[in-house]
T-cell receptor, first 110, second 113 residues
Framework: TQLLEQSPQFLSIQEGENLTVYCNSS?????LQWYRQEPGEGPVLLVT?????EVKKLKRLTFQFGDARKDSSLHITAAQPGDTGLYLC??????????FGQGTRLTINP | DTEVTQTPKHLVMGMTNKKSLKCEQH?????MYWYKQKAKKPPELMFV???????INESVPSRFSPECPNSSLLNLHLHALQPEDSALYLC????????????FGQGTRLTVV
C-alpha cells in the first residue's frame, strides 16, 4: 500500500502569517488532491494536480506537485481565521482508489 | 448541480437494527464510493462502484452491504453493527474521465448503541 506522510500534523499560527504543508511519499502517484474538511462534514476538494512540477494557485493558496510526482506542498499566504480546518492530501492510486495522508490540523488565530 | 447528497445526516441505531444510508449525485459521475472516517483519522475506502458494478471491496465485513440501484444512487445497508462501527460515513463520486478527484457528500454520523 502506498503511503502519504503529511507534515506538520498540527499547526497554529497568527493571522497574516504564511505557512506551508507538505505531503510526501516514496511512491509515484498518477495525481494528487488537496481537500479541506470541517468538523462533522465531508472533505471539500480544493485542487487536483496531475503533471510533475505543476503549480496551481487558488487565491491565497498555492499548490505544487513534485517533479517526480511523489510529493506535493500547499502554501497559504497571509493566513486568515477562515482558513482554519483539517487539510488532507490524497494520492490517486489507479483503479479509482485514493490514498489519504493523515491530515494537517491548521488553526489561524486572530 | 455539483453536490453529493447524503441522508440521513445523523443516525443512531441499536446492534440488532437494520438501517440504510443513502447517497445521490446528479453530476453524471459513473464512479461512486463509500468511505469510513473515525475521529481524528483520514477517510478509509470501503467500496467502489464503477458503472453500477462493484469494482472494489476493501475487505469490509458483511454487516455492511452496498447497493447501486442506478448511476445516481448509492446505498449502504447496515445490519448487526457493533459499537466500534460508529463513525462518519462518507459517500463520494468521481467523473468519467478519472483524474483522481472525488467529490464528497457531507457524511452521515453513525452511532451504534
Amino acid at each position: 500500500t502506498q503511503l502519504l506522510e503529511q507534515s506538520p500534523q498540527f499547526l497554529s499560527i497568527q493571522e497574516g502569517e504564511n505557512l506551508t504543508v507538505y505531503c510526501n511519499s516514496s511512491s509515484v502517484f498518477s495525481s494528487l488532491q488537496w481537500y479541506r474538511q470541517e468538523p462533522g462534514e465531508g472533505p471539500v476538494l480544493l485542487v487536483t494536480v496531475v503533471t510533475g512540477g505543476e503549480v496551481k494557485k487558488l487565491k491565497r493558496l498555492t499548490f505544487q506537485f513534485g517533479d517526480a510526482r511523489k510529493d506535493s506542498s500547499l502554501h497559504i499566504t497571509a493566513a486568515q481565521p477562515g482558513d482554519t480546518g483539517l487539510y488532507l492530501c490524497a494520492g490517486g492510486q489507479g483503479a479509482q482508489k485514493l490514498v489519504f495522508g493523515q491530515g494537517t490540523r491548521l488553526t489561524i488565530n486572530p | 448541480d455539483t453536490e453529493v447528497t447524503q441522508t440521513p445526516k445523523h443516525l443512531v441505531m441499536g446492534m440488532t437494527n437494520k438501517k440504510s444510508l443513502k447517497c445521490e449525485q446528479h453530476m453524471g459521475h459513473r464512479a461512486m464510493y463509500w468511505y469510513k472516517q473515525k475521529a481524528k483519522k483520514p477517510p478509509e475506502l470501503m467500496f467502489v462502484y464503477s458503472y453500477e458494478k462493484l469494482s472494489i471491496n476493501e475487505s469490509v465485513p458483511s454487516r455492511f452491504s452496498p447497493e447501486c440501484p442506478n448511476s445516481s444512487l448509492l446505498n449502504l445497508h447496515l445490519h448487526a453493527l457493533q459499537p466500534e462501527d460508529s463513525a462518519l460515513y462518507l459517500c463520494a463520486s468521481s467523473p468519467p474521465i478519472y483524474r483522481g478527484a472525488a467529490f464528497f457528500g457531507q457524511g452521515t454520523r453513525l452511532t451504534v448503541v
